[in-house]
């Protein structure tokens, strides 16, 4: 069974920074694109950022300058590293694996909350 386990989350004041990493197992990690996804509540989940097999990158317009999603394929671990983060980031962080539309995983999430 597909295993995406996520660390790194927590209670941070606003402009600080966090980390967040998400080890996946039981897939090969390289075929797959990997995303960061976050639901606050009373929201929708939206993407927050997501990165290719390839390694190309993409962020919502809300974090653009502020979070960096990389992958390391050697430990099978994607990373999303959130600086100068702001109250609105509150939200619990999934991350995603995704080789199709038929193939698609996911995390059990890890909370971020980021207070004023």
């Known amino acids: 069974q597909v295993q995406l386990v996520e660390s790194g989350g927590g209670l941070v004041q606003a402009g600080g920074s966090l980390r967040l990493s998400c080890a996946a197992s039981?897939?090969?990690?390289?075929?797959?694109?990997m995303g960061w996804y976050r639901q606050a509540p009373g929201k929708q989940r939206e993407l927050v950022a997501a990165?290719?097999?390839?390694?190309?990158?993409n962020y919502a317009d809300s974090v653009k300058g502020r979070f960096t999603i990389s992958r390391d394929n050697t430990k099978n671990t994607v990373y999303l590293q959130m600086d100068s983060l702001k109250v609105e980031d509150t939200a619990v962080y999934y991350c995603?694996?995704?080789?199709?539309?038929?193939?698609?995983?996911w995390g059990q999430g890890t909370q971020v909350t980021v207070s004023s």
């Open positions: 039981r897939i090969t990690f390289s075929f797959y694109a």
């Open positions: 995603n694996a995704k080789r199709s539309a038929l193939v698609d995983h």
């Open positions: 990165i290719s097999s390839g390694g190309s990158a």
